[in-house]
């Protein structure tokens, strides 16, 4: 079992930046492949970026690449989305995710363990 719990939602102006944080219970976080998921009003959830483990892997929404960095710090039990040069489409809810073993990098029902969210708002 992990426990998820995102941060660092907020308030950014377009081309502005944001570092989303995922603090994660348990004492097998380094067991779990990370990711982050998106839902926008009226929208399905999809998928942001993942990353493996050990952190030698990781993978992107090809409309976020070059723009957006996931990390983990598995001594820290954390996660973390470095988003820069936001656009007003990527105003959503931003899911953190966790599942034991493997990464996938697609669809949401790869993934077991959620948290609440955190809402991101880009202004234009």
């Known amino acids: 079992q992990v426990q998820l719990v995102e941060s660092g939602g907020g308030l950014v102006q377009v081309g502005g930046s944001l570092r989303l944080s995922c603090a994660a219970s348990?004492?097998?976080?380094?067991?779990?492949?990370m990711a982050w998921f998106r839902q926008g009003a009226g929208n399905e959830r999809v998928f942001v970026a993942a990353?493996?483990?050990?952190?030698?892997?990781?993978c992107y929404a090809d409309s976020v690449k070059g723009r957006f960095t996931i990390s983990r710090d598995n001594a820290r039990n954390t996660v973390h989305l470095q988003m820069d040069k936001l656009k007003p489409e990527e105003t959503a809810v931003y899911y953190c995710?966790?599942?034991?073993w493997g990464l996938g990098c697609d669809s949401d029902r790869q993934y077991t363990y959620w948290g609440q969210g955190t809402q991101v708002t880009v202004s234009s």
């Open positions: 995710a966790a599942r034991q």
């Open positions: 348990g004492r097998t976080f380094s067991r779990y492949g």
């Open positions: 990353i493996s483990w050990g952190s030698d892997v990781t």
